[in-house]
């Protein structure tokens, strides 16, 4: 039968079983080069010829693991985005379920013989330090040999070391002891005999009805206080019996379910509700939400999602993970409670395993989750949410790259179940669907309850630096990185004890450090990247990789002590405006300040209760907030991803200030935003400014004609990566020099697909490995497909260390 394996390996493997061979979707343990692993049945035969066909180990589920539709979507996305099938259907369950086998060594008690190799010597004398059996992989790492394998076979042949391979871990659920009534009794005649004199069995027992029919053993014998001979006693007269159940570790289960608000829906919500109800079994074609900040997007979904499960459907809502806070959690539990299993990052492997079984099992009909969410096991698909559709973080940024919007639509189309891609700023791909006809669109024009959309402001940037170059820095009020016009709003807000948000969308204390003298400015070791210089721990961090150095007093090409501190970020934000408004309770979240699993929530609750009243911070604070006391929202710098060398970086300027602006005057307090920057022609800030889409749209479709970028074309992205510099670079040339043969031998011209490249990448080094890249552009997606495939199967990489990256739709090309 067909086995796929998770490993980066484009083909599945074929393996033999005695017994009848299990569904498809089951997990099997199978024997992989040295070691054992965990595959999925996908398939009778691979349809190859393959010799020595090795015997399956174990079949580990009683049925399959994966359903069918779920290895049918797998199937789509390894041929969609170039990746093995293995590695999708890895993405696409929880990690738990693909788990692999180790193998550990140890020293059998022999004397050490004469004759051994040096390599074979090093092997045994590393044993020797060591009492316990020791893992292969770790040992190769200590010697760093590669391969220890040929002398692992020969060192046990002489019966010096023992191997042995521990399987896969087992996925455990967690299981609470319970005891549980078996036999009711129901007169009173009963239960004199039953019990006799035995007076404490008897209170057992009853508790146990009082508590409807059962409770925790823990609880009965710890709280209640009952012995363990007490409730044995209870057992062997077969009234009770004492089971393991599995207990749901789901974090937002111990928040207590708020109370869901009765909202009328508004004529538009209804309008957009009506038209997607009616579609609930047999949607026309995917819907575009789009629905102003504030409108009410929520509400609609709330409201399908009800209509879908009265029919006995299940429904998925995807959100970008930083917008999946317990408060959005909260809006869908409030509304149907233990239906509703969240899924995000936060989530420990059990937590996630025990949600999806509830999912599989059909205990719950809802999967509200970041992107992978998209997978969640459920039958009868009714409705597929997603919200912000815009948004990069959809995309997964290794393989398989699969966008979970697109596939949002693959899925649903599957089964017949309403998509729905809701934003306030839609991409250009989905924007021009929606114009096309492909998509419906739905819109929400109006904020509910009458608010208005906040009057924004721009602050010349330019004007502000010519003013405070004359003057100290430290003397003018907000230190030169808050206006005066941004200061006298703040404020006002603090006086009317009102609330503000403060968007940097760059975190540290400054983005790089320069020497005045020689102009050196220090990066990362491993990465083209200059270091962020992070003040409260004196250091200089690399936001790629997580390099991390002392921050150096002196340069360190010419010694010079002269050193500055360029680039603003949020710490330093944060300095200035404690500084500037000493009174305020300043918030600060960004990657530095939300590491534990729960600080991210932590801050919004603050904020939420009203402890603090300005919240700083990178785009985390931008998406999905919805506190009607934020009267304003300043962007500190609205320019900093705007000259990003990607064709999204207007695109994403313009959303990251559409969604900030978006926090302000969601009460019926109103509000304002003041927006910071250097550029204030620029189109994209000219349209957040007006709350223009429509205007930024056009504009931004004209911009992507000449040179044509989607959502005119399809692109894919393919990156060569490797430490050797000139490797990378003659691998891409080889990849594009094998791709123009190709297209050659097939007669398709520059008309069909349209390579530009190699050039290396934006960032040339990032993790010590040199990047070069081409792009393949095409009009036509199946096209596109088929040489992506040709590619990816056809194209031999040199020998060394060189890795190929396919990167399809891709949402960024640095
Ligand atoms: P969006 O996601 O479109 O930005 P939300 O769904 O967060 O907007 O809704 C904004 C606010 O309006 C929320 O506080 C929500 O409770 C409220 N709201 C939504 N619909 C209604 C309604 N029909 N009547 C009253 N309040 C509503
Ligand atoms: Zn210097
Ligand atoms: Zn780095």
Known sequence: M??????????TFTYSIEAAPPPIGTRVRVPFRREERIGWVVGEHSGELVQGIKPVLAVLDDGPSVPPDLIDLCRWISEYYAAPLGIALKAALPSVLSDVSRDYIALTGRVKQEGLRPREKRLFELLELHDNPQPVRTLRKTLGMGSIWPEIRSLSKRQLIMHRTVPPAEPTAKTRRVVRIERHLESLVQREDAFGRAARQREAYELLEASGGGAELA??????????????????????RLEDEEVHRDPFARKPAPVAEDLVPTNDQQHALDTLVSALGAPPSPFLLQGITGSGKTLVYIELLRAALERGQSA?????????TPQTASRFRAHFGDQVAVLHSGLSLGERYDAWRSLRAGDRRIAVGARSA???PLSNLGVVVVDEEH??????????????RDLAIVRAKAHKAVCVLGSATPSMESWNNAQSGKFARLSLPKRVGGAKLPAVQVVDLRVGRSQ????????SEGGGVLSEALVTAVRSRLRRHEQVILLHNRRGYSSFLQCQECGEVEECTNCSISLTYHRVTHRLLCHHCRYETQAPNVCLRCSSADLSYRGLGTEQVERVTAETFPEARIARMDMDTTSGKWAHQRILDRVEQGDVDILLGTQMIAKGLDFPRVTLVGVVNADLGIHLPDFRASERTFQLLSQVAGRAGRGKLGGEVLIQTALPEHYAIRAAVAHDFESFATRELHEREGPQYPPWLRLVNVILSSPDQALAAKTAEQGVTWLRRWLDARDVGEAGINLVGPAPSPIERLHRRWRWHFLIKSGSPNLLGHVTTALAAGFKLPSGDVRLAIDRDPVALL
């Open 219 to 240: 609880h009965l014998i710890k709280k209640e206080g009952f012995s363990r001979a007490v409730l044995k006693g209870l057992e062997d007269k077969g009234l009770v």
């Open 374 to 376: 998209l997978f969640a």
């Open 468 to 475: 405070t170059e004359n003057r100290p820095v430290s003397s």
């Open 316 to 324: 998925i809502v995807l959100v970008p993970e930083i917008a999946l």
């Open 391 to 404: 948004d990069g973080s959809y995309k997964q940024s290794e393989s398989p790259r699969y966008h979970a």
């Open 2 to 11: 067909e086995v796929a394996i998770p490993l980066p390996i484009r083909h």
